[in-house]
């Protein structure tokens, strides 16, 4: 992981999302961000967190 290398946790893409609302989608990513330090409660410009985020991508919808 880029974080070992001295990768800011907290940088955030276009839409907010840092790299723990980025890996939504994998447990095992998202596990290793926060024993790493990523806050957990942190939310995009949507205000969506985490837990919004695994939903919505889980959904017919975001892959539509």
Known sequence: ???ELGADLEARDADG???YLLAA???????RLLS???DPTVVDHDG?????LRALWASEVWRS
């Open 25 to 31: 989608a994998n447990d095992v990513v998202a596990e």
């Open 36 to 38: 790493f330090g990523a």
């Open 48 to 52: 969506n967190g985490f837990a919004e």
């Open 17 to 19: 999302r840092t790299a």
């Open 1 to 3: 992981i880029a974080v």
